[in-house]
């Protein structure tokens, strides 16, 4: 027993630093990714209810050139831990504000708003809102064109603060959405006191709408609460027309999934956007 236990340590211990070596060098492939600006924002498209796109959310891509296409999902935790996150929010901020302005001389883009995830340690900086405003003003970007995401865990970590800083970039024009609804802690009583525009149904209760009675009871009580506290409502990961069909008739009138358009850089966003106006 004894000698199984020495073999399972050393093979943790062995495993741990696999671990922390891919840690490392993730991290300075960040630091080294920023600086070559090999991160791109793709644009998911959101749509109402007539099929017309209105906006779209931001998702960052990290362009590898050995590796191809990183997801986020592998490496916005790092970033978050190492603080990278902060200059990789910067620069993705830096070039939604171009494309907004790009757009804004467009006939038929001029109005799409744009949807940025924000992340936990970027809205407890000390000067989140003065940096934002900044980079927003500089830009020449329309602040009505921009939507900030954020999520649960993040509003609940302090409220005041949060409720200060929403307020203030409210007040600037800035837009909130509540990102995956439902998944996370969020108290009713909270959703009041914050400054929030829209909730986002999230995409684990659009999965089995039509076949799981509790996701669409979640889903109905989602709508209803937005309604009720006057906010607006999105659904994200519609992927079938029975899906959009389900939410339309129990009030949701603006959608995000693949039935629409996947994560697309700039050029592919924008032409599927002109051979497709109806949707
Ligand atoms: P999220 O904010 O919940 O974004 C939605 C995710 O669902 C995206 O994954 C999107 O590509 C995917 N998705 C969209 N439509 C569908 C669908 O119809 N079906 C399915 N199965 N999936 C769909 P993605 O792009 O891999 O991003 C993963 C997560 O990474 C995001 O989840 C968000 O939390 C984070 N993230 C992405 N970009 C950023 C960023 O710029 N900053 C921060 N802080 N986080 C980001
Ligand atoms: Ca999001
Ligand atoms: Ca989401
Ligand atoms: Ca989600």
């Given at each position: 027993a004894k000698a199984a236990g020495r073999n399972t340590f050393r093979f943790y211990d062995e495993s741990m630093q696999v671990a922390i070596k891919q840690r490392v060098s993730l991290e300075s492939a960040l630091r080294q990714g920023l600086q070559l600006r090999q991160f791109q924002p793709f644009y998911q498209p959101q749509v109402n209810e007539e099929g017309w796109v209105v906006g779209a959310e931001v998702l960052v891509r990290w362009l590898h050139p050995e590796k191809g296409m990183i997801s986020p999902a592998d490496f916005i935790p790092v970033a978050e831990e190492t603080g990278l996150i902060i200059p990789l929010a910067e620069l993705l901020l830096t070039q939604v504000c171009d494309q907004l302005v790009a757009w804004s001389r467009l006939p038929g883009f001029a109005d799409l708003s744009l949807a940025v995830n924000v992340s936990a340690r970027q809205v407890r900086q000390e000067d989140f809102v003065e940096r934002i405003i900044a980079q927003v003003r500089h830009s020449g970007a329309?602040?009505?064109r921009l939507k900030l995401e954020l999520t649960e865990s993040l509003l609940l970590h302090d409220m005041d603060d949060m409720i200060r800083k929403m307020t203030a970039l409210k007040a600037f024009g800035i837009g909130f959405s509540l990102d995956d609804f439902g998944t996370g802690y969020s108290s009713l009583s909270y959703l009041k006191l914050l400054p929030l525009e829209q909730l986002k149904i999230d995409q684990s209760f659009v999965r089995d709408l039509l076949s799981d009675p509790n996701d669409a009871a979640i889903a109905r009580t989602i709508i209803a609460l937005a309604d009720s506290l006057g906010l607006s409502v999105i659904a994200e990961g519609v992927e079938q027309e029975c899906q959009r069909h389900f939410l339309a008739a129990q009030g949701c009138h603006t959608y995000q999934g693949y039935l629409f358009g996947?994560?697309?850089a700039v050029v592919d966003f924008m032409a599927s956007l002109q051979l497709d106006p109806q949707g």
């Open positions: 329309n602040p009505q996947r994560p697309a």
